[in-house]
């Protein structure tokens, strides 16, 4: 069955690093792939969408890759800011596929 | 403002007593879906709807009903409801499609406890 891994369940870095969350998957061919911000007790907000096709994508302070061959996403937060602490969730859509979700990872930024 | 609604947000109940779940949204979107979250489990799609009449079963459907009259409500059914349904309830909505090349907009949630 499809499954979909991140790397960890939380991550801890200091605030400035560049935060590093990992999205690995098995028996799914994504077409696009998604990630999404959670906050506590709030709905998923959406962040960036990579086509199967692209290698990386860039939006301000984040950055998202995608290899098909690893099956991994890598997903970069540059500069962290406390601000940026939240649960991060990787979504895969792909033709006659069911959309899923990763389980997520806890992101905390620490002054 | 462009946004999902969900009602009611919080809900406790006993085990057997219908229940219905109201989503909706002002953004002309085509698709919408209804997903569960629980711990260690993360979000799981229980239906989904491509357009009005049109819906379809994701990963989780059993024990849920869901209807697609007007574009802009998807309202979730629990018509006999059980313990193992206690869990968080989004609904979602896109533009089109399958809800996958479309970024999706979340509504705030539904908890449900199932007594």
């Known amino acids: 069955s499809q499954k979909i891994e991140q790397n960890s369940e939380a991550l801890n870095i200091q605030e400035g690093k560049t935060a590093t969350l990992t999205c690995n998957y098995t028996n799914y061919s994504p077409a696009y792939l998604q990630w999404y911000r959670q906050d506590p007790g709030r709905g998923p907000v959406f962040l960036l969408l990579?086509?199967?096709?692209?290698k990386e994508k860039r939006k301000e302070r984040l950055k998202v890759t995608f290899d098909t061959t690893l099956k991994q996403s890598l997903f970069h937060i540059t500069a962290s800011q406390p601000a940026d602490s939240a649960t991060y969730l990787c979504?895969?859509?792909?033709?006659?596929?069911?959309?899923?979700f990763g389980p997520g990872t806890r992101l905390s930024v620490l002054p | 403002e462009a946004q999902v609604t969900q009602n009611p947000r919080y809900l406790i109940t006993v085990t057997g007593k219908k229940l219905t779940v109201t989503c909706s949204q002002n953004m002309n979107h085509e698709y919408m879906s209804w997903y569960r979250q629980d711990p260690g489990l993360g979000l799981r799609q229980i239906y989904y709807?491509?357009?009005?009449?049109?819906?379809d079963k994701g990963d989780v459907p059993e024990g849920y009903k869901v209807s697609r009259k007007e574009k802009r409500n998807f309202p979730l059914i629990l018509e006999s409801p059980s313990p193992n349904q206690t869990s968080l309830y989004f609904c979602?909505?896109?533009?089109f499609g399958q809800g996958w090349y479309n970024e999706q907009f979340f509504g705030p949630g539904t908890r449900l406890t199932v007594l």
């Open positions: 709807s491509m357009n009005v009449e049109v819906t």
């Open positions: 979602a909505s896109s533009l």
């Open positions: 990579i086509r199967e096709n692209e």
């Open positions: 979504a895969l859509g792909g033709y006659g596929q069911n959309f899923v």
